[in-house]
């Protein structure tokens, strides 16, 4: 599957197998798609000794340890992003302390059963089940390179901070609340996010007492590039030069086209192999309806966008403010680097068409 650099000969490499390959699923118990019906599924497609629940990341530590001892070819994470990205950090540390590198470790699968699922939709995996049972009973197989940044040595493949971190603890405050009572349902997954943003993020992103954070990124790492809405390169940005200054709702990044629920907030995440795209806005807070599928689409340009690609930034802000990453809320912060890392992630579909 790897070459002997450890690296993909091309975008994504299709093979048919010699053997069945063992697969295994490592569910997320605390995800809001996660329940019994999902395990019974899985446990009618794979060895029940495939099939674990891990209720904590030491527990996720334990189970990890005992597939790598098993060989598994395949590990199928089930939640949302925070587990997928769990599970490639604890899979990276597991390798790590074997002397070995995630291109050299089992292949990662991707079972949506989260709120957001940014990395499903971007590899288009849609039944949950289908391929893992394709792969387990020996199907061709794509190996799809998910790259990926890294901050405090921690890898994912986007991150942001600002409105995006607001709205994600609004949405985790709201279903906390929820929590145990009627409107539970209501509350969780996209009617949550919706109902906390229209309830709580936009009034408070509109209120004139609040305003928009004043923001500063400088390229820390090799040349960057601001790009135009055709993802053209349109300025030049050297080692340690100050790429934007002022108010910006947002400061995130990304190597993959998509934020949760197949949002295409980054069109040009797939631009440059080495770069990620990073996206500033200080525009409005309110789109107009007529313009609100440009956002799904990734064609939304407005005033006050600002699109850049770069591997290494530096993102300050006068006063802290949420972060998230890989759509975990991970606290406040004043100061953020991140950097593009040099692992890949090597991502198992079966092959039943191209894969964008």
Not at 82 to 98: E, F, P, S
Not at 302 to 314: E, P, Y
Not at 337 to 352: F, Q, W, Y
Request: charged share 20%.
């Amino acid at each position: 599957m790897i070459d002997a650099t450890g690296q993909l000969a091309a975008p994504y490499q299709t093979m048919s197998q010699s053997r069945t390959l063992r697969c295994a699923a490592v569910l997320n118990a605390n995800a809001r798609g996660v329940n019994r019906k999902v395990h019974s599924t899985l446990l009618g497609i794979l060895p029940a000794e495939c099939v674990h629940m891990s209720r904590s990341e030491e527990e996720a530590e334990d189970i990890i340890s005992t597939l790598l001892d098993s060989e598994t070819d395949v590990i199928f994470a089930g939640g949302g992003d925070g587990t997928i990205n769990q599970l490639i950090n604890t899979l990276r540390r597991k390798l790590r302390d074997r002397g070995l590198p995630l291109m050299r470790g089992p292949l990662v699968g991707l079972l949506p059963l989260g709120t957001g699922n940014a990395m499903s939709n971007y590899f288009k995996v849609g039944n949950p089940y289908a391929d893992v049972g394709r792969l387990a009973s020996g199907a061709p197989l794509k190996v799809q390179p998910l790259r990926m940044m890294q901050w405090n040595d921690e890898l994912f493949p986007f991150a942001g901070m600002g409105v995006d971190g607001a709205i994600l603890n609004d949405y985790i405050d709201l279903k906390r609340k929820a929590a145990g009572t009627p409107l539970q349902p209501l509350c969780t997954g996209l009617s949550g996010y919706m109902i906390s943003l229209w309830s709580r993020s936009i009034p408070r992103a509109l209120n004139p007492r609040i305003p928009m954070p004043n923001m500063r990124m400088w390229n820390s790492g090799r040349r960057a590039y601001r790009v135009d809405g055709d993802g053209r390169r349109i300025q030049a940005f050297e080692s340690g030069e100050l790429m934007y200054e002022g108010r910006s709702l947002i400061a995130a990044a990304s190597t993959i086209l998509n934020y949760g629920f197949d949002l295409r907030l980054f069109p040009f995440a797939d631009a440059d192999a080495t770069r990620f795209h990073v996206r500033m806005y200080s525009g409005k807070v309110i789109v107009p309806a007529s313009r609100i599928h440009r956002i799904f689409d990734g064609t939304f340009q407005a005033k006050g966008l600002h699109d850049f690609l770069a591997d290494s930034v530096r993102i300050e802000m006068d006063e802290p403010a949420p972060f998230q990453l890989a759509g975990d809320a991970r606290g406040w912060r004043e100061s953020l680097t991140l950097e593009m890392s040099d692992e890949t992630v090597p991502v198992a579909v079966a092959d039943i068409g191209a894969v964008h």
